[in-house]
């Protein structure tokens, strides 16, 4: 059977191949890898191959050969490297990966750091929002710069979002020459130009005030900004939250979401999780961006546009809360209900028996387990000579499960 062995180089200026690996190179008979990897062989007896930009021609010559072929590769292959390219092209079993040490390895072994509890992020060729959304999200970070998301674009985005303490490591050009790593802040790293081959550590030194202040569950109303009809009330949040039924992986999906309040709420229940807070008014989308940098919230993102027609860019949901629809509840919920997998969740909470009717006539129509729970809230007014209660408008949460 055909067999393709890739072969992994370690940092460079400390490549360290294995016996066995440079046995595999020995034994080879066309040898592929970028230019500067087959330097690294000039009495390569057989053909070399350098791996440009058109990886398809690559695919195409290691189909076609009969030759024994080894793929030279930094790192490990299969750690943002050429090994996920292959295994898209080729079967598993055509495959042979010989791992080396990565330049992450070698970054947290010069800043004597554990690297067990990292998060490994690729900025390369992305939207940095989408990068920082994760980075945000965990305490310690390894992050694949490009040219265009350099470390000070990084940090910049992070600071706009108030996200500072951590501690920085920029290191450059590992295992080269010109080696240089230097420890740093968020604001260092605004004023710190970077060369083309880097590579940027974080690593939190200590929480922001939101998020030292903020309880796991039942954020007082006063907290969040908006008007009174944007915030979904505290006791509605906590009941809808644990109609919800999150787990701390999930993709929730907050659809009007007015001043954040669930979102916000639901991310410390969803530490490896997502949530995507959907507004269309621009008005309660301040509100969102507001919350969202007091609570430090590390998991939401906020999404400006209009439901469903805005879903379509977001990742399938586990679980959907609906606390606004703009009119739009039936279109949503088809939207939804093509997303959702079997056992998925969708709540509502609703002040009218309108969309009480509607919501109801949709899951029954498309087979969902429904179960309705009306809520009724009142408090006692604070500051006042007497203990009078203030009753809220009843609320119907509907809970909607796809069979």
Known sequence: MKKIFVVGAGIEGHEGFSRRALELVRQGEVLFGRAHHLALFPDFPGEKVVIDRNFSEVVERLRDTSLRAVVLSSGDPLFFGIGRQLLRNFRHDELEFIPNVTSIQYAFSKIKEPWDDAVFVSAQGRDVQGAVDRIIAHDKTAILTDEQNTPPVIAGEMLRRGRDGYVAYLCENLGMAGERIVQTDLRGLLEMPATRLNLLILIKQYEAPGEALRPLLGIADEAFSGVKKSITREEVRAVALAKLRLRQDMILWDIGAG??????????????????????????????????????????????????????????????????????????????????????????????????????????????????????????????????????NPVFIIVAEKA
């Open 259 to 392: 001043s954040g309040s669930v979102s916000i709420e639901a991310d410390a229940l969803l530490p490896n999780g997502r949530i995507f807070a959907v507004e269309s008014d621009s008005q309660c989308q301040e509100f969102i961006r507001e919350g969202l940098q007091r609570f430090q919230a590390r998991n939401v993102v906020a999404i400006a546009g209009e439901a469903p027609e805005c879903l379509d860019a977001l990742p399938d949901p586990h679980r959907v809360f609906i606390g606004g629809s703009g009119g739009k509840l039936w279109s949503i919920l088809e939207a939804v209900d093509g997303r959702l997998p079997v056992e998925g969740r969708v709540v509502i909470t609703a002040v009218t028996l309108d969309t009480l009717t509607l919501a109801n006539e949709f899951f029954d129509n498309a087979g969902y387990r429904i179960e309705v729970t009306a809520l009724n809230v009142a408090r006692t007014r604070p500051g006042t000579d007497y203990k009078l209660f203030e009753a809220f």
